[in-house]
C-alpha cells in the first residue's frame, strides 16, 4: 500500500497552455479527457482554464495575469522602500547622536 510517486514539477510555454484552454472551452471533450490526453494533471488543466477566463474577463472572482505581476512588482517595490526607510531611521539615529 505505498502512496504514489510524485510527477516531477514540469513547466509549459504559454502558447501550449493557450492550446490547452482552446480544447477545453470547445467543449467536445471534457477537461478530464484533455488532461488525459496530453498527459496532464487535471488540476493545472483547471487552473488554466480559470485564468484565462479571469483574463479575458469572463470570470471576476480573482486576480487577473496583470493584476498579479502589478502586485509582485509593488510588493518588491514596498520592501525596499521599507529597507531604505529602515537605513534612513539608523542613519538619523546615529547622527543625532554625534551631535550630542
Do not use: H, Y
Request: aromatic share 6%; glycine share 4%; hydrophobic share 35%.
Amino acid at each position: 500500500m505505498g502512496r504514489k510517486k510524485r510527477r516531477p514539477r514540469r513547466s509549459f510555454p504559454p502558447e501550449f497552455k493557450a492550446e490547452i484552454v482552446e480544447l477545453c472551452s470547445r467543449g467536445d471533450r471534457s477537461m478530464g479527457q484533455v488532461a488525459k490526453d496530453f498527459d496532464l494533471t487535471e488540476t493545472a488543466v483547471r487552473q488554466w482554464v480559470v485564468r484565462a477566463e479571469r483574463d479575458s474577463g469572463t470570470r471576476a472572482d480573482g486576480l487577473t495575469t496583470d493584476e498579479r505581476e502589478e502586485l509582485a512588482r509593488l510588493r518588491r517595490e514596498n520592501l525596499r522602500l521599507s529597507e531604505d526607510v529602515e537605513i534612513l531611521r539608523r542613519a538619523t539615529a546615529f547622527f543625532a547622536k554625534e551631535i550630542r
